[in-house]
Nanobody, 117 residues
């Protein structure tokens, strides 16, 4: 199966920026799309953004549209999430995942983002 690994989390004040990276390998399986998801304390996982790796489709949750940008770095073989104008409510553990795998409830370790007011 394809392998994904998140990195780039940290702590920032409200209004600040962070960039998360999702390193992926297709050596053991092809990937059609990669999504970013998050789980805030005491809440379920929620969708943040996704992009297709086979066409130009990109989707964002309403809560992050205009503030977050998902993009592919072909040189690094990553799908990154640039997060600007961060809010305390963006505090969560962020995960990258293949959308089909996300609905099965299978998640990696994630990377923690903390936004202080």
């Amino acid at each position: 199966q394809a392998q994904l690994m998140e990195s780039g989390g940290g702590s920032v004040q409200a209004g600040g920026s962070l960039k998360l990276s999702c390193a992926f390998s297709e050596s053991t399986g092809s990937i059609d799309a990669i999504g970013w998801y998050r789980q805030a304390p005491g809440k379920q996982h929620e969708f943040v953004a996704s992009m297709s790796l086979v066409d130009t489709r990109i989707n964002y949750a309403d809560s992050v549209r205009g503030r977050f940008t998902i993009f592919r770095d072909n040189a690094e073989n990553t799908v990154d999430l640039q997060m600007n104008s961060l809010k305390p409510e963006d505090t969560a553990v962020y995960y990258c995942n293949e959308p089909w795998r996300a609905v099965t409830g299978s998640w990696g370790q994630g990377t923690r983002v903390t936004v202080s007011s």
